[in-house]
């Protein structure tokens, strides 16, 4: 049989970042994927060891503008255990209530990609409507929509004072009229649950067996969620996993549905704790470190990993960053070989793939 | 001079400078202004009300839409996807990092900003900017699309010599109630 070379992207109406995948088909059928990566590559850890601690946070932000607040906390806490300082409980609570809005936006947005991607352009709008109120948010109380700048070395910069409550909670239901306006679209409906079902299997030991992580693992069957280390202000806001066990398309959207509600309630309960609470935002970071350490979170994507090496200078000797688009793309090369070209972007996006991330 | 010729070349700037069709390329930037591209297009700030359509092909596209700061492994790629735009068209820098390489300027893999790859019509301030800015500047971009770039330098008309430049605004103030 004929092979054709097929190649998607740099530039795809489907991504709104460049990934280029060589595509060699027979038929309709995908037998080889081979991924051109780089388009995106800026230099950021090498940039990192240029720059003192403090101005590295702006930096590391905006290696990913959708899950920047992810990036901070990481590296923020690398910096910190390094230090070997305490964050003040409010930092932490902050944290948790900026980190678990963004994801919430990370995965709404992620929601109307998808629908975009299989054709189902109300559900694309109406999850961009939502996440709108998001942003508002996050405006309310940060002053910008998208990249918000929150995160300090040893706490957080930005404060919501209790008299900015009753907002946020006002917009809090907002979202979540929002949300249960969507639902019927997302877990109700038939077109959205027989385009998913069944594209990009991903058996539970094949998952384990590459090493997914975040959505991607937790939609086939594994159990595992950063979290639960107890991070930020995880140590009192426990978390419950959400599983499911379909390991396709379909059983990822619902993992990712259910999770907005889950980080809504913390969103919630981590006011409920910031109501009252006194004491100070941050703690002193010195400006020389020694050592080396390392930080996990659970970024919306999956588990994000920052390592820092420092020799005493006033900059870090090394930045690492393992994101979690890098340990599941190796998922989108193992589900493509026998899927149907037109079922490529949806395979490729029900991972949530952020090359801003992964090439740094 | 009024005719049959005269009438038709105005219903053709006036085609050309309505309904503008964008083409967007991220060049290595972080999200954060594509997603406010997106945004642009979406429910509230509804683009599309102004017939400014998102395509995926450079040749059916009238703007060029371009974030994130020029870097070695993307040159190429820009370059082909401005070429392949059919005349008139203009550029429009979105962000920071396609104005000047912004918080990566420096860096080991980038140029700097996109102006080095590709000549720029007009740039968006912001970091990353509000969608209501970027469809500023797209309104900005509309009177570069009246005429084809070169017969714009014949002219004296607007040219990649007159780039325009939002002006900073004031920023948005975070209202906290008093206590």
């Known amino acids: ?10 530039q795809h109406p489907v991504l709104a970042e460049p990934i280029q995948l060589e595509l060699t088909l027979e038929d309709e059928v995908v037998v080889d994927a081979i991924p051109g990566l780089g388009y995106v590559h800026r230099g950021i850890e090498a940039e990192a060891e240029r720059r003192p601690y403090d101005e590295d946070l702006p930096l ?3 290696v990913c503008g959708i899950c920047s607040v992810a990036h901070a906390v990481a590296y923020a806490q690398a910096v910190e255990v390094l230090a070997g300082v305490e964050i003040p409980r409010r930092a932490r609570l902050l944290r948790t209530f ?3 809005l963004t994801r919430v936006h990370s995965h709404l947005l992620w929601l109307g990609l998808a629908g975009d991607a299989i054709g189902f352009e109300a559900l694309f709008q109406s999850c961009w409507r939502v996440r709108e109120d998001v942003l508002d948010l996050f405006t309310a109380t940060a002053g910008n929509r998208v990249i918000i700048g929150v995160t300090a070395l040893g706490g957080c910069r930005r404060d919501i004072p209790d ?5 946020i909670r006002a917009g809090l239901d907002a979202v979540e009229r929002g949300l249960a306006g969507i639902a019927p679209f997302v877990l109700g409906s038939e077109a959205v649950a027989r385009r998913l079902a069944g594209v990009g299997v991903i058996p539970r030991n094949v998952a384990l067996d590459l090493g997914l992580v975040g959505p991607t693992a937790r939609a086939s069957g594994v159990a595992m969620d950063v979290r639960r280390s107890g991070y930020a202000a995880h140590d009192e806001l426990p978390v419950e996993p959400v599983v499911e066990t379909g390991g396709d398309a379909l059983a990822r959207t619902v993992v990712r549905w259910r999770e907005i509600g889950e980080s809504m309630r913390l969103c919630r309960e981590a006011l409920d704790r910031l109501h009252r609470l006194p004491g100070p935002l941050a703690t002193r970071v010195p400006p020389v470190l020694h050592g080396e350490a390392i930080s996990r979170v659970e970024a919306p994507r999956g588990e994000l990993f920052y390592y ?12 690492r960053v393992r994101t979690p688009t890098f340990a599941n793309l190796a998922a989108v090369l193992s589900m493509l070989p026998g899927t149907q070209m037109a079922n490529v972007p949806v395979a490729l996006l029900s991972i949530d793939p952020c090359l801003s991330c992964t090439e740094r | 001079m009024r005719g049959p010729r005269a009438l038709w070349q105005a219903w053709v700037r006036r085609s050309r400078t309505k309904s503008p069709w964008i083409v967007h390329f991220d060049c290595g930037g972080c ?3 594509d997603i406010e591209i997106l945004d642009t297009l979406m429910p509230r700030f509804s683009a599309e009300r102004f017939g400014v359509i998102n395509v995926g092909d450079p040749r059916q596209g009238d703007i060029l839409l371009v974030t994130g700061p020029a870097n070695l492994r993307n040159a190429a790629v820009l370059r082909s996807v401005y070429d392949q735009m059919a005349e008139p068209k203009a550029v429009v820098a979105v962000g920071s990092c396609a104005a000047h390489g912004g918080v990566f300027r420096g860096a080991p893999n980038i140029l700097g900003g996109v102006g080095e790859l590709v000549p720029v019509d007009v740039f968006v301030p912001g ?11 797209v309104i900005a971009a509309l009177p570069l699309l009246a005429e084809p770039r070169t017969a714009r330098q014949a002219t004296g008309g607007p040219s990649p010599m007159s780039i325009v430049m939002l002006e900073p605004r004031e920023e948005e103030v975070v209202r906290v109630p008093a206590s």
């Open chain 1, 60 to 62: 590391l932000e905006r």
């Open chain 2, 31 to 33: 999200n954060g202004c």
């Open chain 2, 127 to 137: 970091c990353p900017p509000t969608p209501e800015r970027i469809l500023e500047g």
């Open chain 1, 1 to 10: 049989m004929t092979r054709t070379v097929v190649p998607f992207g740099p």
């Open chain 1, 308 to 319: 820092v090496l420092a020799d005493g200078e006033p900059h870090p000797t090394r930045v």
């Open chain 1, 98 to 100: 900026w980190f678990e």
């Open chain 1, 163 to 167: 008299t900015l409550q009753p907002t």
